[in-house]
């Protein structure tokens, strides 16, 4: 099963620290989960102005608990493919939550795979919108994790249509 994941973070540097993280698989099924013990000192005006404010607001849970949900959500699937934007910053945190790379749910492919590597693989633009790309012009929540994630499905779709 591919799953389509992102994350918003604290900041683009080494100590960054999960704030959310949106999931949405083949099939439409979601997960979506905001911290409450991510370092606010970390967050800059940006951050404030359009991750903060882009919460959805309501159940917010410790790191901790986040790896019991995301553990159990992700035992409903046989074989998961993880898939995400520029996974750099994404993919190490998705990591952390279980305690490192080595701790990440068995059923978990090891290898993350992006839509940037396949937009420039496939000819097109990687600095594009990925809104316009995937002609998504629902007004929504850009930098809300869970809205990220449904734009990364859309674009991946999209793409592995695209004749190189």
Known sequence: MRIYFDTEFTGLHKDTTLISIGMIDEDGREYYAELCDYDREQCDEWIEENVLNNLKGGNFITK????????????????????????????????????????????????P??????????????????????????????????????????????LIKEVI
């Open 64 to 111: 901790d608990e986040l790896k019991n949900e995301l553990t159990e959500w992700l035992s409903e699937y046989e074989d998961v493919e993880i898939w995400s934007d520029c996974l750099s910053y994404d993919w190490v945190l998705f990591n952390d939550i279980f305690g490192g790379a080595f701790d990440i749910p068995k059923n978990v492919y090891y290898i």
């Open 113 to 158: 795979f992006d839509i940037c590597t396949l937009m420039k693989v496939k000819g097109v633009d990687p600095d594009i919108s990925r809104e316009d790309y995937a002609e998504m012009n629902e007004k929504s929540s850009k930098h809300n994790a869970l809205w990220d994630a449904k734009v990364i499905k859309a674009c991946y779709e999209k």
